[in-house]
C-alpha cells in the first residue's frame, strides 16, 4: 500500500451516534517531484476481446438530476476556484467560512484559514484555467453539505506544467444566512 497518507474522515452526528459523511486518503508527495504514473498493463488479446464483451453490456450510469443544493454549491465552488486562480485573499476571505482546512492533490494539510490563503495565493501552482463538472451536493443538514465534483486545471505546479490534470474535489460547505460557504477541502489526484 502506497504510504504516507493524509487521510480525513468528515463525521455527522446521527441521534446519538458519529457517522461517517465522508472519508479519503491521499498520498504525500513532493510538489516538485510527483510520483510516477502507473503503467497499466496491456491486456492479451483474448481479454480485449472478453473486456469488449463486458463492457457493452453495462450501461452508461445516470447522470444525477440537477438540484438546488448542487447548484448552489457548485455555483459557490466556482467562485472559490476563481478566487484561487486570481489569487485573490480578500475574495477567498470573502468565499470561506470563519476557520477552514484544506487537503491538496500532493497531500499536504493546511490547518487554518490563514495556511490555506497563503498557499493559495502564493506561488507554488499558477492555474491559468479551470473546469468544473459532475458535482452532486448532499445534504448533511439544513446548515452542511458536500459537495463532490472533478476538476480540470491547465498550468503549472511546483514548477512542472499541470495542463489537463484532473482532481476529484470533496468539499464541505457551511450555510451562512442564504450564502453556502466554503469550511473543508479534499482534493484528490486522478
Not at 499558477?126 to 446548515?143: A, C, E, K, N, Q
Request: glycine share 8%; hydrophobic share 35%; charged share 25%.
Amino acid at each position: 500500500m502506497p504510504s504516507p497518507v493524509r487521510a480525513a474522515t468528515v463525521w455527522v452526528r446521527n441521534g446519538g451516534r458519529w457517522q461517517p459523511a465522508f472519508h479519503g486518503e491521499n498520498l504525500i508527495v513532493d510538489p516538485k517531484a510527483p510520483p510516477a504514473a502507473d503503467k497499466k498493463e496491456e491486456p492479451k488479446k483474448d481479454d480485449k476481446a472478453e473486456a469488449n464483451t463486458n463492457t457493452a453490456a453495462a450501461p452508461a450510469p445516470a447522470k444525477p438530476a440537477a438540484d438546488p443544493i448542487t447548484d448552489a454549491m457548485m455555483a459557490a465552488e466556482r467562485s472559490v476556484w476563481e478566487a484561487r486562480k486570481n489569487k485573490d485573499a480578500k475574495k477567498i476571505e470573502d468565499l470561506t467560512a470563519k476557520e477552514i482546512t484544506f487537503v491538496n492533490i500532493f497531500g499536504t494539510y493546511f490547518a487554518n484559514k490563514a495556511e490555506a490563503i497563503k498557499d493559495w495565493t502564493g506561488a507554488t501552482c499558477d492555474v491559468t484555467s479551470f473546469t468544473l463538472t459532475d458535482g452532486v451536493g448532499t445534504s448533511v443538514s439544513p446548515t452542511v453539505g458536500i459537495l463532490t465534483l472533478t476538476g480540470s486545471v491547465n498550468g503549472t505546479c511546483g514548477g512542472k506544467d499541470i495542463s489537463g490534470q484532473k482532481i476529484y474535489g470533496n468539499s464541505v460547505y457551511v450555510k451562512d444566512g442564504d450564502a453556502w460557504k466554503w469550511v473543508f477541502g479534499f482534493n484528490s489526484p486522478s
